[in-house]
Every structure is written in C-alpha cells, then in structure tokens.
C-alpha cells in the first residue's frame, strides 16, 4: 500500500492503494467515478478507455503508481454537461443499446479525432477496431465519429 | 373497431389518486397477455394467459409526466418504447415525460420478464389502455370545468383544448380534479393511421446518462460499507472444490473474509430458470475489486473430479431429480459422440405423409450435416450483483432479465418471506438470455448474509466466459428427395445437440412438402446451457437456410423464387397440422428483401450474395448478404434486411436492434465458439474468443419493416438466426465451398473444407 496523488479530470486526488492497481480500479473503486467501465481486464475490449495526457489508454493496463503528474480525463471529464461535439453525435445518432461500451467508444473516439480530425473509413476502423460493442452498434459509432469531425 | 377496448373488461383494479401536492395519480392493473412471457422455446406460440400488469401514470400540477417502465433493459429500449406506447394514447408532450424504471412487484407489475422478444408485444394493449384512461379523465375533468360536453373537448401534447370557447389548459392543471373523478368504463384505442409517437422516431430517454458515464449498471452500484465478492470456480465442468488453505491469502490487503459454500443444499428444489454452473463456491471478500482479483490468485486450492452429481428441480407441483454425469468433456469426443447418437434411432417430433416411401423412390438424395458449437454469451457487463441480507430483511440490486423467475428461489435460499425481498432492476450491460438464470443474484445474497455485510458480486470476464450458461453444441441432418424431374417430394430432417437438440419440427418448410420428417435426440451433460438470443432458431436457421440454399442450386433454381414457391404451396394446400408460421408474412419479407436489394440486378454482380429467411418469437426476417474479397478474406460489405415485426414502435431504436442483430449474427458465424479440454473452456477471455470488431462490420445495413397494422410481435430475436445462413451461402459465392460448421472463420483459413 502507498499513497499517490493523482489528477483526474482537472483535480488531484489523493488514493491509497497498491502500487499496481490498474486506474480502472482507482478510478471505480476509491474515486468514485462508475463511467470507466470494466470489459475484460486485458486490453481487448477497450471498455476502460480513458485519457492519459490526451490520448485514449486502456485503463485497466494502467497502475496507479505509473500516473503521477500525468493528466486523466474520464468521460465523466469530458465536457460539463455532456455537450462534447463527439457526445452530441452520438445522441444524434442514437447510438447506443445497451450502452456499456460506450463510454469506452466515445473516449476512443474523442481521441482519434484529436490525431486525425478528419478521418477516412480506414482511419476509424484501425483506431476503434480495439472497442468491442457487443450489441454491434459499429456502424452507428462509425457515422456518429464522420458527424463528429464535420463540426 | 377492433381496436375499441374488449381487454377492458377483464381489468380487475385502476385506482385514480390524488398526488401530495397536487396531481393525478393513476394505479392502472389490467390483465395482459403474459404467459407467453413465461416459457422460451416451444410455447412461445400458445394462446396466452391473463395476468395482471400494475403501472402509474403520475401527472403533475406544473404538467410533468412520470411513467413507470415495468420491463428490465438490456439495450432493446424497453425504457423509451414502453412508455411511448402509454404517451401515444395520453397524448402527452413526449418531452415532458419521465420514465422511471419500477422495481420488481410480481402482484402490481406482473412478469417484469425481459426476453422471448415479448416486452413490446406483451406491454402494447396494456400500456395503451392505461394511457387512453387517464387522457379520458383528464378530457373530463376540463368538460366539468368549462361546463362542456366531453365531446367537444380535444388534447394535444398534454394541453385540453375547447375550440368553441377557445378554453386551454395543461394536464397538469386538470390533474388533481381527474384524480377525483371515477374511472371509465370504456376507452378507445386509436386506430394506427392516427398515431403520433408510436411509429416516429424517438430517442433512448437514457442517452444523455449513457454518454455521460452515468451510473446505471449494475456493477456500477454502490452503498456505503459495500464489500466485494468473488467467487473462485472450478477449473472444469467435471470437478469441484476438495480443499484449500487460504490462511495466507487472508493476511493480503483488504481481505475480510474466504470460505466455501454450496449455493444449493443437497435436495435444494430448484426452479426452472436456476441453473447454475458450479455448485460448490469458494468465495474470496475484500474492500476493493483488485484486492480480491490479488488475493484469489493466490489462493491454495485443491480440486477433484465430481463424479455424476443430482440436481433436484421443483415447481409446477412436480418434483423431478435429473443426474448430471461427470465426464470431463472434450470438444473432439463430444463431436465424435454426436456422430454416434446421429446413427441411432431418434425421436419422431413429426411426420407427414410417407417420407420411406418417398426417399426409397427418389432420383437423388441431398443428405447434409451441419455442426455448431458452444457459444458464450460475452455479455459486455460481466455478471454481477448487489445484495444486503440481514435477518429480517433482503435488499438486491443489479443486471437481471426475470426477476420474477428468482424472487422465490432466494425466498427460499435466505428463508424469508418474499415481501422482504426488495429486487432492484438496473439496466444491463447486455444480456442476450444469460441474464434470465438468477443465479449470480443468490450466490451474492448468500455471500452477503453469511459475512453480515453489503456486497457486491462481481465476476471477472475469465469467470463470465468459464462459468458460463452457455448456447447448446448442435447437429442437424437434413435430407430432400427429389423425383426425376427435381421436384422436392420428401423432406427430413433429424437433430441432436448437447444437451438438447434445436428442432422446431412445425416451422418451415414443414407444411410445404408433402412427405416429411422431423426427429431429435439429446447427450446429456455437465456444461450448463441456457437461452442465447433466439434459442435454437440461431442454429436451426442456419443449418436449414443454408440447406434450402444448396438445394435450390441442385434444382437450379433461385434461392428466393424457390422459397416463395414454397411459401405459396404452404399456404394453399397446407400439409398437415400445427404449421406454426404464417406463410404471406414470410413470403413478405423475402418479397419485400428480393425489392430492397435489387435482387438479381446486375449492378449487384460485383457481390457474392447469400439469402436467407427465418420465423421465429412470432416475426419475420430475411437478410441478402453482399460479400467482397477484402485482404483476402471474405468481408460482408453491406446488409439488407428485411423484417416483418407487425407495428414498430420506435422506428430508429427498431433499425438499431436489427442492425444490432445483423452485427452479432455475422460474428458468430465467423467467430463465435466456446471448446473444451477435459471439461475446461478453451477460451476465458477476449484474445481467444473472437469477437467482431468495427473493421468486421459492414459498411452498410439497410433495414426496412414491412408496413402493416399488426400488433407488435417482437423484434429482438427473430432478426439474428437468419444472419448465419445467409452468411454460409454468400461464403458459398464467394469460395465455391459449401460451409457446415460454424464458426466459418476456421474453416476458411484451411485448405480442405474439414469438419470440426
Ligand atoms: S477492460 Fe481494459 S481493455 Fe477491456
Ligand atoms: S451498446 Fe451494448 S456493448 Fe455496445
């Protein structure tokens, strides 16, 4: 067990935890903050997306102890009021079913514009190709992200 | 008018209240059609029974409209399409109204049952009727008021209109006076050309939570003082837990607590809906999720093999015990043990005219066999639940499908009443059938009573995907009989699968042939099974589409016009009894597919095109596949679908389900398979069970219902089991090779076409 200070959507938080504690847990369990979601624990599923610095990471592959300094932005982070021109695609499109990937698409995607703000067809499929939606919403997600990067 | 309320009748309660502060609430009880949502699998046609369903409208002074949703969600929109039904016949502003999810109350809100594809169809005439009610009430509240006949005055978007006087005024100002008023006797429904929210789109009343990582799941719940539980299985189907040492483990951080338990005691009389994997739990309970991963991977346990165990099962008065053997299974004997059983006798499931006969005369005989695998669901919230047990009293929460099915094993498990037991339905990260066996939800609540504390059970993926109620492992044969001139005069087809077999023996194309034959057999065995998306329709329509398919080319024909051509003999001369579809509703999706998709047009020709169409949970679907060459490979590139579901209540959320389904369909059939080695699961987690990815999916998926004015009859399921077939006759077009074993991907990549 050690203490580590680290910041998350904007804050610095202090946790207790075991150094090796993927940030999906810190952020699940000690910090409070559900919209992380957890898919498979291996980086196959891409349901843990979060910022690190900008860039989209899976955080489950993530220890607690390997963050310090470094930004994370959680979807909970993302915009205010979830007015993010990536959000509102996808609220446009009506995208979700069950919604548990989600959160985890949207961070994927959010940072794949950022790169590439205009993506090809290739583009999205290299870049989201790590998110599993089960419910197979892909070619939602897909037409929400083209959307997205008109605005 | 049909449409003019018979059901009303048979309601049995409506209460009209006053709201504190103002405001009309209205209890509706009406009696539905329900028991269709009791029974997957065969029944599923049966005239239904009546029970009752209990909803609230509440209507505010300042015009807010609360609806209670009565149906667990797991992505089919239940949550946004149930309540449009009761809007739909309120005539309420559809912005102003909040859905809530209902807790679960089998006496007030009936089956609560998610799955069958029933929740549209066994909510419409209720929910409807309890919107025309309270809309009635209103209308006469404001007649009384403005001293005018009710037939005079109009709604719309929750205003009351008197167009003579020019009198206006909200719902929410007439509400507290409604709430007064008796109730009436008699409603009108509107007729469907007249409705306004049903059939236009509207979007998921969740989406804003969604993408604002809101926390709406199960494993998202949280209470105060929460510990986390998991339990650590058995290696194998087959074993089970001898001994274990956990007496290091324990001085492990934030471990509070290891034991072992057994879920059911011996003789324990279970429900139809229980099934559980591995009786035996060693449980693991911590303060947090990584504590706990830590310390069961370092536990000490020793496993043995079971040896054949019982289960007991109650219910429905009868008491039955069933022997689970304890092999410890391979994929390879299984396989081999399936061939055996499909040599020997089976069970006759139906028989129409003389197919000896017909098969002894025949001028050719296409005999073919196709093979399916386990599958696991992989529902992308692992499974999960929240309980707090105490002496007196039991608070659950979580991703359930039927709570209705559970509340009275863990009455019967924790020994309390079942009006102590209070079960939160959170909406579900996915469920696909998995989430109908409740039994994650017992194994939490005997955790939690046994360590005194609030817990939540997770399991990890490697849990969800070992410890699994898995699609059963299908065979199927099927035979025709052609005369010298190729016309189909016999038809057989003879199923197995471990442990059940998937023959619907009155579906299709029984009823078109006039010698036919449907048989089955079953292996038992320890790997526990349950309903996966279209229970047996995912394989059946598979197996006997892409069987249509072949023949249709033996007899030169075209896929589409040899179907039709049986749909038409099926429905003018029927053969036999009991032909459980409707042959102008089938044949109108294949009709309105072969439209679509510019069948048969050569700027299509650049594609490998497969057909296929299916009945199943009372709708229509048919797919045409448009396969490529991509890397390669063969890639679906684009989908056109077509589905005949009777009235669709959310057009858009419709189009994404049956999307949803295309997707899922398509990666099954490439991908999806769960194996054994000596009773392990060959796959436990994402890098070796394929799942399809974005770059899988194809670029388009045009979908399109079939218009008619037919009651809702269920669109979860019946869009996914033709998918597979259509699938293994584009690979068809596009390899020259006939695929009969699923997964295709496999296959695929090796050089000979070779079985499993
Ligand atoms: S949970 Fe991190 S990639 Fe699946
Ligand atoms: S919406 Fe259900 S997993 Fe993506």
Redesign the pocket.
Known sequence: MANFNIKVNGKVRQVEADPATPILWVLRDHLDLPGTKYGCGVAQCGACTVHLNGNAVRSCQLPVSAVANQEITTIEGLSAKGDHPVQKAWLEHD????????AG?IMSAVSLLKNKPKPTDEDINAFMSGN??????YTRIKAAILDAAKS | MENIKKSINRRSFLKASALAGGGLLLNFSWLASAKAAYTIGNNLNAEPTWTEITGYIKITPDNIIKILNPNPEF?QNVMTSLPMMVAEELEADWQKIEVEMGPHDNVKLGPQFTGGSNSVRMYWKPLREAGATARQMLMEAAAQTWKVPIEEVTTKGGILFHQKSGKTGTYGSFASKAAALPIPKEVKLKEPQHFNVVRSARKNVEGLKIVTGKPLFGLDYKQEGMLIAMIVHPPAFGMKLKSFDAAETLKMPGIKAIFSQKLYEDGFEQGGFDTRTFNDMLVVVGKTTWEVMQARKKLNVQWEPAGDTKDTFGGRGQKREVTVPGELESTDAMFKKMQEYAAKPAQQLRKDGDPETAFKNAAQIIERTYNAPFLAHNC?EPMNFFAHVTEEKALVAGPLQAPGWSEPTLAKLLNLPGDKIEIQMTRM??GFGRRAYGHYLYEAALISKKVNAPVKLVYTREDDMTYGIYRPMYTATYRAALDANKNLIGFHVKGGGIPEHAIHANRFPAGAVDNYLAEGWQIPSNITIGAFRAPRSNFNAAAEQSFLDELAEAMGKDPIDFRLALLKRAKENPVGKDNDYNADRYAGILTLVKEKSGWGKPENKKYNRGVAAYFCHNSYAAHVVDMVMKDGQPYVERVFSAVDCGIVVNPDAAKNMVE?AVVDGIGNAFYGGLTHKNGKPEQSNFHQYRMIRMNETPKKIEVHFVQNDIDPTGLGEPPFPPVFGAVANALFKSTGKRFYNQPFAPDLNKKEGKQI
Request: with cysteine.
């Open positions: 995208v979700a079913q069950c919604g548990y990937c989600q698409q599993i939606c089960r419910c197979g919403t | 992505g992308m990260g996915g949803g």
